[in-house]
Structures are given as structure tokens and as C-alpha cells.
């Protein structure tokens, strides 16, 4: 695109005017570290455990309906709590919860 706002060819300087005709609109497009061009990245996931690569179509889904709070995480609990309580105050955090 030109200054003007119109379209030029890079190679000839020639005016392009019609799409599919002159030329096309590609979309947005990737490009690897090496300076490849490809329009769909491919999305790779990688186990935390054994390093193992996969992609989404290979893994499975599934629902986990059990939670478990860790000692990290009750640690953070009170943490919070104590962080609440010296901001709002005792009374105000008891209104509040009922």
C-alpha cells in the first residue's frame, strides 16, 4: 500500500485494483525463528511429569470432581484471612460471611 492508500505491486510498481483478480488476501500469517511461514501454528502441550510431547487431539479430557486443598494452599487461607482481618476488622468480616 502506497501513501495514497492504494495498493501497488512490490515487484513492478504496477496499480493492483481488484481482489482475486490483481491480488489476495492472505490472513494473518506465522513465522518460525528460522523464518518460515505457515498460516495455522501447530499447538503443542508437554507433560509436566515425563517431558512427553503431545498434541490436543492426542491427549484425553476428563472431569475432576475431587479437590484437595494443600498445605501451601491453607497456609495462603490464613494468610488471607489474617491480611482481611487486620484490614476490615473482625465485626465487619462477620457481617459480611452471614
Given amino acids: 500500500m502506497d501513501t495514497n492508500g492504494n495498493f501497488t505491486c512490490p515487484k513492478c510498481g504496477e496499480p493492483v485494483k481488484q481482489i482475486g483478480v490483481d491480488y ?3 490472513g494473518v ?8 511461514i505457515f498460516p495455522y501454528p501447530e499447538h503443542l502441550y508437554k507433560c509436566v ?3 512427553e ?3 490436543e487431539e492426542e491427549s484425553k479430557l476428563f472431569d475432576v470432581y475431587k479437590y484437595e486443598i494443600l ?3 491453607k497456609t495462603s487461607l490464613v494468610i488471607c484471612d489474617t491480611l482481611e ?8 468480616i462477620e457481617s459480611i460471611n452471614n
Fill in 85 to 92: 482481618q487486620e484490614h476490615y476488622g473482625a465485626s465487619e
Fill in 29 to 36: 500469517n506465522y513465522s518460525c525463528h528460522n523464518g518460515h
Fill in 49 to 51: 511429569e515425563c517431558i
Fill in 24 to 26: 489476495i488476501k492472505v
Fill in 53 to 55: 510431547e503431545f498434541t
Fill in 71 to 73: 498445605d501451601e494452599g
